[in-house]
């Protein structure tokens, strides 16, 4: 693929952007517009995307709809479906929407159907979880598992920490989720401190079964085990690849689930690394509903054009806020508690997949890639950051609002309304107040306005419309990067880091067999708090 600013059309959005910055131009002016207005609201299977409130015109999305269809966004995506070689890279597919299809179209890759496998999985997730909640699958002193510990980092327990969260009113079978991804001793301290360790399965979830931190931790609950007299082979379960050092008859364990290389951490939570611990917590059923919301976003952003595509639109407008107006970061604020660990996911999502600076084929670029993700729910954050929102420094944001809350409550009113509507109240004006801003006579009153937002509205927070939002976010992550050329599926950047702390670590072991050891063989900088770290 060209690089996108080689394209007249990106040369041709650079002075709409021009234009776009010039006073009368103002978002104010803009909504003036019912036309404009009309044209700005999109909608699919219980989700509405509306953009009225960001700085663009019909032109101007008319010109990204030819960027996407020059660069063959959807084609590209398709292909991603299909189970062609799009992180080419690490020449593997892509196929994190094979683990939620229910058709029974064949998914090839390198020739072979991969859907028997994918089934295979899943029907084993389906077995085991209800043997666990019938008691037929208990710890070694015979008690039934009621806390379940989630070993793994990233990709391996962000997005199952979003979901189950969100999920978290479906939670009706009496096990608690709880999250060991830090290797940080306060982590699994304060875990251990609150479990039954009788009545605890712990979840190992790792691809490789050689990342550090998860295999420290696991050494932690092997040892905490075995200090309360428990057999760790009837307390552990993996979620790794076939043939992994976890998926060894020497490394004896209640079961394993497979994980598969075209699907990379950060779209894994509907493959065995959300399926497990999720259909224990919830339930297979519920845990398959979830599935399916997120298979019916992926037809749409399959099947839907330019004009209606829901992910494809939100990306455009992302490409058009981050490399056209100047915006280096967005915010995601959903007006709903059950949605507290949303933006934590689409940090690892978004920045991690698009965090790049070449292109799929080894050229740099020299536009940025990707937006700084950063998030929190309303109304907390109106109380925390935005002062900065709307008197700072401007940055986007995407507002979620909830039509039909989770819990019932009360019908308890203040100042004429109840607490749901508050939240709404909250929402609308905060977006309407960034876009129009407030020009009185008193400086340390003003506000600029002219600052965009969308609102992304969910019918409910079911497990179907979790699902939606789930692949919303992975079809608006993917759709961006086919833009700016960049393949999504990597993350080389990560292991720069893993690979210098091989030498600190090994000097520490070393330090720890003979005490005369003085790091010599590390640099001075870390030398000189590593020698902090061992007089302490």
């Known amino acids: 693929m060209p690089s996108p600013t080689s394209l007249d ?138 806390d379940v510990v989630i070993i793994g980092i990233g990709g391996s327990y962000l997005g199952t920490e979003f979901v189950s969260t969100a999920l978290q009113a479906y939670a009706k079978k009496g096990i608690r989720l709880h999250y060991l991804s830090n290797v940080d001793i306060h982590n699994f301290g304060e875990i251990a401190a609150i479990i039954d360790p009788e009545a605890t399965l712990w979840v190992v979830v790792s691809k490789s079964y050689t990342t550090a931190e998860t295999l420290a931790n696991e050494m932690l609950a092997r040892q905490f085990m075995f200090q309360k007299g428990l057999d760790p082979a009837k307390h552990i379960v993996a979620v790794t690849s076939k043939g992994s050092p976890g998926d060894r008859p020497e490394n004896p364990m209640l079961a394993t689930f497979h994980m598969f290389d075209f699907i990379g951490g950060r779209y894994s939570v509907t493959s065995a690394v959300g399926g497990v611990p999720l259909s224990l917590a919830l339930g297979y059923d519920i845990f398959e509903r979830f599935l399916k919301g997120a298979e019916s976003m992926d037809h749409h952003a399959l099947a839907a054009d330019e004009t209606a595509n829901i992910p494809l639109t939100a990306a455009l407008i992302s490409i058009w806020n981050n490399n056209f107006l100047g915006y280096p970061a967005q915010a995601i604020i959903p007006y709903a508690t059950p949605l507290r660990c949303l933006a934590s996911h689409v940090q690892q999502l978004n920045m991690e997949s698009n965090g790049k600076m070449v292109t799929a084929n080894g050229q740099f670029l020299d536009i940025p890639t990707g937006m700084i993700q950063f998030g929190e729910p309303g109304t907390n954050a109106q109380h925390s950051f935005f002062q900065l929102a709307h008197q700072g420094r401007p940055f986007p944001v995407e507002f979620i609002g909830i039509l039909e809350p989770q819990y019932a409550g009360l019908d308890v009113k203040t100042k004429g309304v109840t607490g749901h509507q508050e939240l709404w109240a909250n929402l609308l004006s905060q977006s309407m107040s960034l876009a129009l801003g407030s020009r009185g006579n008193d400086v340390f009153r003003y506000f600029p306005g002219n600052r965009p937002s969308s609102l992304l509205v969910l019918k409910d927070l079911s497990p179907e419309r979790v699902g939606g939002l789930l692949s919303f976010y992975e079809a608006k992550t993917i ?27 090994e000097a520490m072991a070393q330090k720890n067999l003979d005490a005369d050891h003085n790091f010599a063989d590390v640099d001075p900088i870390s030398r000189h708090y590593l020698k902090q770290l061992y007089q302490s």
């Open 479 to 505: 759709f961006e990067a086919f833009v700016w050329g960049i393949n999504p599926f990597d993350q080389f950047g990560v292991e720069l880091g893993k690979t210098m702390a091989t030498g600190i670590r």
């Open 9 to 146: 059309i990106w040369q041709a959005l650079k002075r709409q952007a021009e234009t776009m910055n010039q006073p009368d131009n103002h978002l104010s002016r803009l909504l003036e517009s019912r036309e404009r207005n009309e044209s700005c609201l999109l909608q699919y299977d219980g989700m509405s995307y509306d953009y009225v409130y960001q700085r663009v015109t019909p032109q101007i999305m008319a010109m990204l709809k030819s960027l996407a269809q020059e660069q063959d966004i959807c084609g590209r995506f398709k292909d991603m479906a299909d189970g062609k070689q799009v992180n080419n890279t690490e020449h593997r597919a892509a196929l994190h929407m094979a683990a939620r299809q229910f058709s029974d179209q064949a998914v090839l890759v390198d020739g072979v159907d991969a859907m028997p496998e994918i089934r295979r999985v899943r029907d084993q997730i389906r077995g085991f979880s209800q043997d666990v909640h019938a008691g037929r699958i208990v710890g070694s002193t015979g008690k039934p598992f009621r």
